[in-house]
């Protein structure tokens, strides 16, 4: 049961673009929201993270927004560089319990960005 | 920075061999987990352990078990492995007790089940 639902599956950006994936969870417990980033033959590794008192969070060229009403959750990578082509993971957490430990990923999105 | 290495980068076994997949992280934290990842599947949840001797199920443990006997090693065991257990097998650790704490993921074991 997919608790945490990630889309495009993949996403074909021009250099210079704007990238955005976009997730919706339904545990209303989840309190940490993180992005991870894989590269092909490594393993996943924290982008940026945001908790669901703010509405957005920057870091860099990627930026996280938050709405809680919705749901929803998104990664927009501004300014999209070949670099950038990778797996993106969104994720979720509960607060607390041994739930504290279950981070629920998405699907994934795999982005390529055209030089 | 937090490294966690997992000893085999891609294994190869048959069916209803013991399967070990081992991991071990550097920097001293209490928390160990194994992710299974497939295609359009995401990441999800083996087993976890929290401290030496503890572990705790996760989303998909059938099949699978688990061992942790030293604060830094934590194991992955396929009792007797099936096709089905072919998959790409992360390895992750992260500390206690911090609100934020990411997870910290090995390169992953590559297992293919024939």
């Known amino acids: 049961q997919q608790q945490v639902k990630q889309s495009p599956q993949s996403l074909i950006v021009q250099k210079g673009g704007i990238s955005i994936i976009n997730c919706a969870y339904e545990n209303t417990a989840f309190d940490y929201f993180p992005w991870y980033q894989q590269f092909p033959g490594k393993g996943p590794a924290l982008l940026i993270a945001?908790?669901?008192?703010?509405s957005e969070k920057k870091e860099g060229r990627f930026t996280i927004s938050f709405n809680k009403s919705a749901k929803q959750f998104s990664l927009h990578i501004m300014d999209s560089q070949p670099g950038d082509s990778a797996t993106y993971f969104c994720a979720a957490r509960p607060a607390s319990g041994t739930g504290g430990f279950k981070t629920i990923f998405g699907a994934g999105t795999r982005l390529f960005v055209k030089a | 920075d937090v490294k966690v290495t997992q000893s085999s980068r891609y294994l190869v076994k048959r069916t209803g061999e013991k399967v070990f997949l081992e991991c071990v992280q550097d920097m001293d934290h209490e928390n160990m987990f194994w992710y299974r990842q497939d295609p359009g599947l995401g990441l999800r949840l083996i087993y976890f352990?929290?401290?030496?001797?503890?572990?705790e199920k996760g989303d998909i443990p059938e099949g699978y078990s688990v061992s942790r006997e030293k604060k830094e090693r934590f194991s992955l065991i396929l009792e007797s492995a099936s096709t089905n257990q072919t998959s790409m097998y992360l390895c992750?650790?992260?500390?206690?007790?911090?609100?934020?704490?990411?997870?910290?993921f090995g390169n992953g074991t590559r297992l293919t089940v024939t």
């Open positions: 352990s929290y401290d030496v001797k503890m572990k």
């Open positions: 992750a650790s992260s500390l206690v007790g911090a609100q934020n704490s990411p997870l910290h």
């Open positions: 945001i908790r669901p008192d703010v």
